[in-house]
């Protein structure tokens, strides 16, 4: 199984940054993607940003200009480097890994982490 440990949650102010981590172990063979989304309560999970494993992103509108999404291939580490942080990015934040292994391909999620943004 994959492990993916989330860290770089907490609260900050309006306008100030935050910068999550997700370490990656375990069962790593072919990653297609790693990423962050978000789940605000009474809300369904959203992306955030995501990266491939090449080196590609995406980002979710409303952080686009705002948050940087980069990694670490040789530790299976995604980063997420928020700015300008707003009281709605407030959420509980998950790593997600996307990855294959022969001709299955497998979804793993983190538990979650909190950010909270003050006004």
């Known amino acids: 199984q994959v492990h993916l440990v989330e860290s770089g949650g907490g609260l900050v102010q309006a306008g100030g940054s935050l910068r999550l981590s997700c370490v990656a172990s375990?069962?790593?063979?072919?990653?297609?993607?790693m990423g962050w989304y978000r789940r605000v309560s009474g809300e369904e999970r959203e992306l955030v940003a995501d990266i491939s494993g090449g080196g590609a992103a995406n980002y979710a509108d409303s952080a686009k200009g705002r948050f940087t999404i980069s990694r670490d291939n040789t530790k299976n580490t995604v980063y997420l480097q928020m700015n300008s942080l707003k009281p709605e990015d407030t959420a509980l934040y998950y790593c997600?890994?996307?990855?294959?292994?022969?001709?299955?391909?497998?979804?793993?999620w983190g538990q979650g982490i909190q950010v909270t943004v003050s006004s």
């Open positions: 997600n890994l996307k990855q294959r292994y022969g001709l299955v391909r497998q979804t793993s």
């Open positions: 375990g069962s790593i063979f072919s990653v297609d993607a």
